[in-house]
């Protein structure tokens, strides 16, 4: 197993699979979900990029460490596992929480960013959402990852592909529960105290942005989408028609073929530019 060292010493895991001479791309998943959650995307991918893909802290195989955790504190072990790789910059892909985390990268670190893809994400913290995360937090640490995880995965599939997911979403699937409370906990917290003031920034990122979301998502819906695309410049938006939050794995053949058109064409144009 390989493992990078985060600025405070929390160890981070990371799997690298593809040619080292192709270009770089930083794979970052979301609440409580470990870098299966790309299952479905690292293999196809690593035939064009080499996929760099992460357990943030708290998940997977990354330190668990109590006490607060900070988006932006992620977004750091995420450019510290690029450092230990010695990855000057890479295309950066995020899902859900992990979207968000992508967007602080390009913020806080625009220099090691080529491009973005935000999957099934947001930039900000609605009041209903909020109030919906700390019903999950308390449910973790009072009865239990399992309970949770029940209440979750209905938000994670549409109705209609529920029956068919259902037994895929303990494995690899957004929301896949593996966490102990305290860490699923933190990860929480630190998208509810995720600074407000960071949406207005988004208007400074440079590189080509890609937004993608299902139009069944109601944990991040499209007006989410529709707002980060509004919000960085020359972003594209994409809406998968009957994928909900799990579009990943739930429609992995459109996911794929419309965000692999996006990065090999990007590459393209910063290759002839």
């Not at 929390?10 to 593809?18: D, E, I, N, S, W």
């Not at 670190?109 to 609605?126: E, F, G, K, Y």
């Not at 809406?239 to 579009?247: E, Q, W």
Request: charged residues 20%; glycine residues 8%.
């Amino acid at each position: 197993m390989s493992f990078a060292r985060a600025a405070d010493g929390t160890r981070l895991h990371y799997q690298v699979l593809g040619r080292p001479t192709a270009p770089p791309l930083l794979m970052i998943q979301g609440l409580a979900t470990d870098l299966n959650g790309w299952a479905l995307q690292r293999l196809p991918f690593a035939r064009h990029f080499r996929t760099i893909a992460i357990d943030n802290r708290g998940a997977g195989r990354s330190d668990k460490p109590f006490g607060r955790y900070s988006l932006v504190q992620m977004a750091d072990d995420a450019v510290a596992v690029l450092d230990h790789l010695g990855v000057e910059s890479a295309h950066v892909m995020g899902a859900s929480m992990g979207g968000a985390i992508a967007q602080l990268v390009a913020l806080h670190h625009p220099d090691r960013v080529r491009s973005l893809v935000l999957a099934c994400t947001a930039c900000r913290v609605h009041p209903w959402r909020r109030e919906l995360l700390s019903e999950w937090a308390s449910i973790a640490n009072e009865r239990g990852m399992g309970e949770m995880a029940k209440r979750a995965a209905h938000w994670v599939v549409a109705a209609r592909s529920a029956r068919r997911f259902w037994p895929a979403l303990g494995w690899f699937g957004p929301l896949a529960m593996r966490p102990p409370a305290h860490a699923f906990s933190a990860q929480v917290r630190a998208i509810l105290d995720a600074p407000e003031e960071e949406a207005g920034r988004l208007e400074s990122i440079a590189v080509p942005s890609l937004v993608v979301v299902g139009s069944q998502d109601v944990l991040t819906p499209r007006g989410d989408s529709e707002e980060l695309a509004e919000r960085i410049p020359g972003a594209e938006l994409i809406v998968i028609s009957g994928a909900a939050h799990g579009l990943m794995f739930e429609h992995a053949s459109t996911y794929n073929r419309v965000v692999l058109e996006f990065l090999q064409r990007v590459v393209s144009e910063q290759a002839a530019a």
